[in-house]
């Protein structure tokens, strides 16, 4: 069965009838071999493929499902390539993030995250969802791997270049956005600009007037990028201007208000003072009359004393 499978996706030119005879041969093994063993796992994969690539997307994902899940439940069964399967089909469907998911754990399961090829697929998913920012940051870690894949960096700059056209496309962006997208498309620049240069020494599979395209396109962007960098540092500054001058205000304001309170405190407390001052001023008046009283009260009887003696 995998012999007719590869036979019928040989590279080379081919009569589309040897194409069908192989792939209806493939699924006849495969499906004779299910039969005699409906726990085949490689046989249902097998069979899944073929399914996948007639657009007969729920019986493949059901069949690599099943997989799927028979191999989880084995310790010595190692199949990678129906989690691969599974998250293609998902990412075939329009499930961007289920596929997302189904790459990242078969990417950590079974290649501790160093497999180029897996984060490859990472990355196109990521591109179809307009996840340009993880896109980029999925094809960095293949070109870790896989420093001389061209393929890998002409698609870095392609998702720093959707990026920045996207972001530019907004009807609202922050200062902070349309600065990285500045840096996206210088960035992006450089990339093109030197898989040109590399295309002088050896081939690497791309046409260089496409590339050429991207770096006037890029370029192009980058200029419309600086005007609306311009602007909006400039609205930004306006900003933080009217901010500053609203925040000296309120700050003229508050002194006003503690001074104000400060004033009256002031007023309260002399006033209660005073009010003191008077009570007490009072009372020493008073305590003066009461003796002034009592020694008027006392004087007559001392002088008839002394008039008897």
């Not at 990521?126 to 960096?153: F, G, V």
Request: proline share 2%; with cysteine.
């Amino acid at each position: 069965g995998n012999w007719n499978y590869f036979a019928a996706n040989r590279p080379e030119k081919k009569a589309p009838k040897f194409e069908a005879t192989h792939r209806e041969k493939a699924k006849e093994l495969f499906l004779n071999v299910l039969k005699q063993n409906h726990g085949n796992m490689f046989a249902a994969n097998g069979l899944g493929i073929l399914h996948a690539e007639k657009a007969q997307w729920d019986i493949a994902k059901e069949l690599f499902t099943q997989v799927h899940e028979a191999a989880s439940g084995s310790i010595f069964v190692q199949v990678p390539d129906v989690w691969i399967n599974l998250a293609h089909i998902y990412f075939a469907q329009g499930l961007f993030q289920q596929a997302v998911k189904m790459y990242q754990n078969c990417a950590r399961k079974f290649f501790y995250n160093t497999d180029a090829t897996t984060l490859l697929y990472l990355s196109r998913t990521h591109y179809e969802a307009e996840q340009w920012q993880d896109c980029r940051k999925s094809l960095l870690r293949a070109i870790h791997l896989a420093p001389s894949n061209y393929l890998l960096r002409f698609n870095v700059g392609v998702s720093m270049q959707k990026f920045s056209a996207s972001t530019l496309q907004k009807t609202k962006r922050t200062v902070d956005e349309v600065r990285a997208t500045v840096s996206e498309l210088q960035n992006a620049i450089r990339v093109f600009s030197l898989l040109s240069v590399a295309s002088t020494y050896h081939s690497h599979g791309f046409d260089e007037r496409k590339i050429e395209t991207h770096v006037e396109y890029c370029r192009h962007l980058l200029d419309a990028a600086k005007v609306h960098r311009d602007a909006a540092e400039q609205a930004e500054k306006q900003t933080k201007q009217k901010l500053e001058v609203t925040r000296q205000i309120a700050l003229a304001d508050e002194a006003r208000r503690r001074a104000e309170e400060q004033r009256k405190f002031q007023l309260e407390r002399r006033k209660q003072e005073d009010e003191l001052k008077q009570v007490m001023q009072q009372e020493q008046h008073f305590e003066r009359v009461k003796e002034q009283w009592k020694t008027s009260n006392n004087t007559p009887g001392k002088r008839k004393d002394r008039s008897r003696n």
